[in-house]
């Protein structure tokens, strides 16, 4: 692979062991300039270890990482033109909140002027809209207040990457939201590369224009948010990343028949198979997502399945309905308001028909152990 | 039940208030009370023999207290960075050396450093390039090594539990933001953990200036408060080594009040 210097971050084969554990494995990534990328996935992935050994924090056991064309290995934390905002923070609980802005700075060589630093600080607390707190101790400001100073003392220094560790996993729903929103606006405006850890797909889905879905230290899936979404590469990215419904088949003819669990069969043709490889005939899952399944009192053309509501959950803008169909389980199906007018909302206990355009219908082949 | 506490508790505070009672004893007697007044105080203070010996006490006191700081608190950090099994074995070690008996570590201090004196001693008087060889012998420095390394265990103990609390996350912070190890140490590790540096030292220098066991083994020809007093108990209990105890027990207690309070203010933090 060459070496491009518009990729801030690249992974080249790296693999990290705990002791017998391995942590990640054979990783190979790039992270181009200016983009924002989040890495996803289940708690124990190696989402933090890939993020720590950018840090300079851990080292990797085989391969390298190069950060703006250089090799990382073996260089310390402090030498490496990165910042970290911790998952908890990690403020400096015995200097204020200028203070604890003000050391990156004060590490610089050649020296700051006081002048020049005292001013980046007030920069940095405005754009993290904490200006008038320069002088609070850390342990009198709130949760969220603290998140902020520690997003400045980051930034203050202009890295040419931010790593950011869940940043905003302990702060609640509505100022999680917030952050969200102004994290991307903050990262528009610098310009600076992000890598973001999440196991929230949500937060991932809408903060990064580059996801990276891991699971037990691998690589499952690298692409835009849409792309994720629409076209997982498996099932367990499909899983993950928004809610599925699975239905178990076995692939006939070639994998150009379907035959389901009630016995009845659907074409494959149509159906996107994952990656756009056709399925070999065996066991198969086919996943849809619930806002692509459509509800209907009557019989609709094409594939369908007659089944019975048996929970209705009104979510606001959406509702959702539990659907059992029986032979294959039950189906989870979401339904904006312009679906069925609130007046006519499909009831528990009614029976309905569910269908779902072809294309929506993403056909995995099952691993055989 | 309560009176046998009551018993328990005046067995063991009687005789310590009455040491303080008679330290104001205007008689010579130790057993008879004859009247309220400080002369002894002024007595002892005055008594240039014990001043002697109390000023070898606080030098050597400072010296050992000083040298545990420096290498418990260095010791404390090295063992925050090894791995699960060697931590375990050495803090098994770290407080075996604390219970171990001051006479079995005064013992074994005084035969490790004679057979080295020993070795050594014919060694600088082949080396040495002048007529007269000085010869190592027993003397402050064998009580200092011998209290500095006892109290370094006391140090590195509680040093190492303040650096258990403070997490390595503000370290990798502060390495993160572009600080090397040392000024991570000076800025950043060393205001977290110095009440617990402080109260180490207070603890090491109370332990050394009342020691009596280990000093007697090691102290060669050297008078410390502690052997001075037992010396002339010898000669029998006046009022004087009364207010001399007094003014030991005083300062002991002051000091190890500062140090549970040093140690209070990190938990509560
Ligand atoms: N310092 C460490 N020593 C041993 N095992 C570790 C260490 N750090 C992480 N691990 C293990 O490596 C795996 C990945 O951890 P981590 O990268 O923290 O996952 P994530 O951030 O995705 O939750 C986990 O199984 C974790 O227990
Ligand atoms: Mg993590």
């Given at each position: 692979m060459a070496l491009t210097s518009s990729n801030d971050i690249e992974f080249r084969s790296v693999t990290k062991k705990y002791g017998a554990?391995?942590?990640?494995?054979?990783?190979?990534?790039?992270?181009?300039?200016?983009?924002?990328?989040?890495?996803?996935?289940?708690?124990?992935?190696?989402?933090?270890?890939?993020?720590?050994?950018?840090?300079?924090?851990?080292?990797?056991?085989?391969?390298?990482?190069?950060?703006?064309?250089?090799?990382?290995?073996?260089?310390?934390?402090?030498h490496r033109p990165v910042n970290m905002v911790f998952q908890h923070y990690a403020l400096f609980p015995h200097f204020n909140v200028e203070q604890n802005v003000a050391y990156g700075l004060r590490q610089m060589r050649p020296r700051l002027s006081r002048a020049e630093i005292s001013r980046r600080v007030g920069e940095a607390l405005a754009m993290v809209r904490l200006d008038g707190f320069a002088g609070r101790r850390i342990h009198e400001m709130s949760g969220g207040q603290q998140q902020r100073v520690a997003l400045a003392r980051a930034i203050v220094n202009r890295p040419s990457v931010l790593l950011l560790d869940e940043p905003l996993a302990a702060l609640d729903k509505k100022l999680r939201t917030a952050m969200q929103i102004?994290?991307?606006?903050?990262?528009?405006?610098?310009?600076?590369?992000?890598?973001?850890?999440?196991?929230?797909?949500?937060?991932?889905?809408?903060?990064?224009?580059?996801?990276?879905?891991?699971?037990?230290?691998?690589?499952?899936?690298?692409?835009?948010?849409?792309?994720?979404?629409?076209?997982?590469?498996?099932?367990f990215v499909a899983d993950f990343v928004g809610k599925t419904n699975r239905i178990e088949a076995v692939a006939e003819a070639g994998g150009t028949v379907l035959r389901l669990a009630d016995g009845s069969a659907m074409s494959s043709s149509a159906h996107s198979t994952g990656g756009g490889a056709g399925v070999p005939n065996g066991k198969v899952t086919i996943a849809i997502r619930p806002e692509k399944m459509r509800m209907s009192r009557a019989a609709a053309p094409g594939p369908a399945f007659k089944g019975r509501v048996t929970h209705r959950i009104f979510l606001g803008s959406v509702t959702e309905y539990a659907v059992a169909v029986p032979g294959l389980g039950d189906f989870l199906v979401t339904e904006d308001r312009n679906g069925l007018a609130t007046d006519n909302m499909v009831s528990p206990g009614e029976e309905v028909f569910l269908g779902f355009p072809p294309e929506a219908a993403h056909v995995f082949p099952v691993q055989q152990p | 039940m309560r009176a046998l506490v009551t018993a328990v508790y005046l067995f063991l505070y009687a005789p310590i208030a009455l040491v303080v009672l008679f330290s104001f004893n205007a008689g010579r007697s130790a057993v008879q009370f004859t009247g309220f007044s400080a002369d002894w105080y002024g007595k002892a203070l005055s008594n240039v023999l014990l001043m002697d010996a109390l000023k070898n006490s606080l030098l050597i006191a400072a010296t050992s207290a000083i040298l545990a700081v420096v290498f418990g608190t260095m010791a404390a950090m090295g063992l925050e960075?090894?791995?699960?099994?060697?931590?375990?074995?050495?803090?098994?070690?770290?407080?075996?050396?604390?219970?171990?008996?001051?006479?079995?570590?005064?013992?074994?201090?005084?035969?490790?450093?004679?057979q080295l004196f020993d070795v050594l001693n014919p060694l600088l008087a082949g080396l040495w390039p002048g007529q007269e060889a000085p010869k190592l012998q027993l003397g402050y420095g064998s009580i200092i090594a011998a209290h500095g390394l006892f109290t370094m265990a006391l140090v590195t103990m509680i040093v190492k539990a303040r650096i258990a609390s403070l997490g390595r996350d503000i370290v990798e912070a502060s390495s993160d933001l572009y600080a090397s190890p040392l000024t991570t140490f000076r800025e950043i590790v060393l205001p977290q953990i110095l009440p617990a540096v402080l109260a180490g030292f207070l603890l090491?220098?109370?332990?050394?200036?009342?020691?009596?066991?280990?000093?007697?083994?090691?102290?060669?020809?050297?008078?410390?408060?502690?052997?001075?007093?037992?010396?002339?108990?010898?000669?029998?209990?006046?009022?004087?080594?009364?207010?001399?105890?007094?003014?030991?027990?005083?300062?002991?207690?002051?000091?190890?009040?500062i140090a549970r309070f040093l140690m209070r203010e990190k938990t509560t933090r």
């Open positions: 554990l391995t942590a990640v494995s054979d990783i190979n990534l790039s992270i181009s300039k200016g983009a924002f990328l989040a890495l996803l996935g289940p708690s124990g992935c190696g989402k933090t270890t890939c993020l720590r050994m950018i840090g300079g924090f851990e080292q990797p056991s085989e391969g390298t990482i190069h950060i703006a064309g250089r090799e990382m290995n073996g260089v310390a934390a402090y102004e994290l991307q606006t903050l990262q528009r405006e610098l310009g600076i590369t992000f890598v973001l850890v999440t196991h929230d797909q949500e937060e991932a889905l809408s903060m990064a224009d580059t996801v990276c879905v891991m699971s037990a230290g691998r690589i499952r899936q690298l692409g835009a948010p849409q792309e994720i979404y629409d076209r997982p590469a498996d099932l | 960075r090894l791995g699960a099994r060697m931590r375990a074995l050495f803090d098994g070690l770290l407080a075996a050396a604390i219970v171990v008996p001051g006479v079995v570590i005064g013992i074994a201090t005084l035969v490790a450093l004679v090491a220098f109370t332990f050394s200036f009342d020691d009596f066991i280990i000093a007697f083994f090691v102290a060669g020809s050297k008078t410390t408060l502690p052997i001075y007093i037992f010396a002339s108990i010898r000669r029998g209990v006046t009022p004087e080594i009364n207010a001399v105890a007094t003014m030991v027990l005083g300062a002991s207690l002051l000091m190890i009040l």
